[in-house]
Each structure stands twice: as structure tokens, then as C-alpha cells.
DNA sequence: CAGTGGATGCTCT
DNA sequence: GAGCATCCACTGT
């Protein structure tokens, strides 16, 4: 097994570090696998829950990068994103799915379903199959419960417009690896 | 398949 | 009071 990504990992630009997220293997008490499908949120954008200044809720966007940012999606969901840059800066990766390869059966009891393809294809799915909620708001990425282990091979990744959004709709700033099946949704075609 | 609408809670205007 | 960085069930082809 590998060692841990580095605090300085995420250090970077947004805009560096979402595509280096593709491959990279995300564990939440030992469940989960390698990520296969992000979106980047940086300061200047109108999308990003950081761009109107600090709140309670995107307190953690603007904290030290390597943490944690979590916030409630309509009123259900929970999402993660990895927060990036620097202090004051609101910069973070939104984690939107990964392909389910450890504690598989442990997704299955908390999603409810049985198929691979839908237990982390998104980002309230991907929540709810690891576990992640509101109390991991602001924990730091290299201690437990959350393990990230760095990818072996430089992967194939595609960009697109990002989903869900009303603003900034232009920006491609979705990341996908090509040719997943775990992806919360198909790439749009060219 | 595509499209629609409801659930549900919180933040910010 | 509006608007969500969503998901699911249900409708109609």
C-alpha cells in the first residue's frame, strides 16, 4: 500500500488538483474506492458556494486546504468536496463519484441497493454510501475516518461542463475518467 | 428512454 | 420567500 497523499497535495490551484483526483482512492473508515468523477469550484466563480464571501455553512471552503468541506444538498443529501488553495481562499473540489471496490457490502446496506453502478455515481450517493455527513465538516483529510492513497497509473481523463448548476454553466470544469461506468452521469457527446 | 415533480432543510435576500 | 453543486418515482412514448 501506498503512503497518503500530502497536505501539499491540495496546496494548488482547484483547477490543478481536481483532474489529479481522477484515480486517486478515497476511504471513509475503509469504504470506498478510486475516484472517477469531479468538479472544481474556484474563488471568481459565481457557481461556487465561496464566491458571495463567508458564511457558517462554507466556513470550511475558506479554511486550511486538506480538509474537509460538507454541506446539505435540498435538504436530503449530504455532498463532499476536498478543500484546496489556501487560508481565506474559497477554493474547493466537489467529489460527485467514485467506482466501489472496498466495504462494498456495507454500501449496499446504507444505500439500499445492490448494483455497483449506482451505490457512489453522485455526489448525495456517493455521501450516503461512505457515510459522510455534516460531522465531517472541516476534518482534516490525512487523519481518520478519511484515507486517500494516491493513484499507481496516470489515468485517461476527459473534461465537460460541469451538472446542476445555473451559473458559470460555460465552464468545463467537470473531470471524468474516460470510460468509467461509475459516473453520475454519461459524459455529453461532442 | 425522456420528461416532470415531490421530498425536505437550510441559507441568504 | 426563493433558491438550491440531488435523488427517486412516476408518467408517457
Not at 87 to 98: C, D, E, F, M, P
Not at 100 to 128: I, K, N, Q, S, Y
Not at 149 to 166: C, K, S
Not at 178 to 183: F, I, N, P
Request: proline share 9%; with cysteine; glycine share 10%.
Amino acid at each position: 500500500m501506498s503512503d497518503a497523499l500530502s497536505r501539499a497535495f491540495f496546496a494548488r490551484s482547484v483547477h490543478e488538483v481536481a483532474p489529479d483526483l481522477i484515480g486517486v482512492t478515497l476511504l471513509v473508515d475503509g469504504v470506498g474506492g478510486p475516484i472517477v468523477e469531479v468538479e472544481a469550484y474556484d474563488p471568481t466563480d459565481p457557481a461556487s458556494h465561496g464566491y458571495r464571501g463567508r458564511t457558517p455553512r462554507n466556513a470550511a471552503m475558506f479554511g486550511p486546504p486538506g480538509h474537509a468541506y460538507v454541506y446539505r444538498s435540498y435538504g436530503i443529501h449530504w455532498c463532499l468536496n476536498l478543500v484546496c488553495e489556501g487560508v481565506g481562499i474559497a477554493a474547493a473540489v466537489l467529489l460527485r463519484a467514485l467506482e466501489p471496490t472496498h466495504g462494498v457490502e456495507r454500501m449496499r446496506e446504507r444505500r439500499h441497493v445492490d448494483e455497483p453502478r449506482l451505490l457512489a455515481a453522485g455526489p448525495g450517493r456517493l455521501c450516503e454510501a461512505l457515510g459522510v455527513t455534516g460531522e465531517h465538516d472541516g476534518r482534516a483529510l490525512d487523519r481518520p475516518p478519511f484515507v486517500l492513497l494516491p493513484r499507481a497509473d496516470h489515468p485517461e481523463i476527459v473534461a465537460a461542463p460541469r451538472i446542476g448548476i445555473t451559473r458559470g454553466v460555460e465552464q468545463p470544469w467537470r473531470y471524468v475518467l474516460k470510460g468509467s461506468r461509475y459516473l453520475s452521469r454519461a459524459l455529453p457527446r461532442a
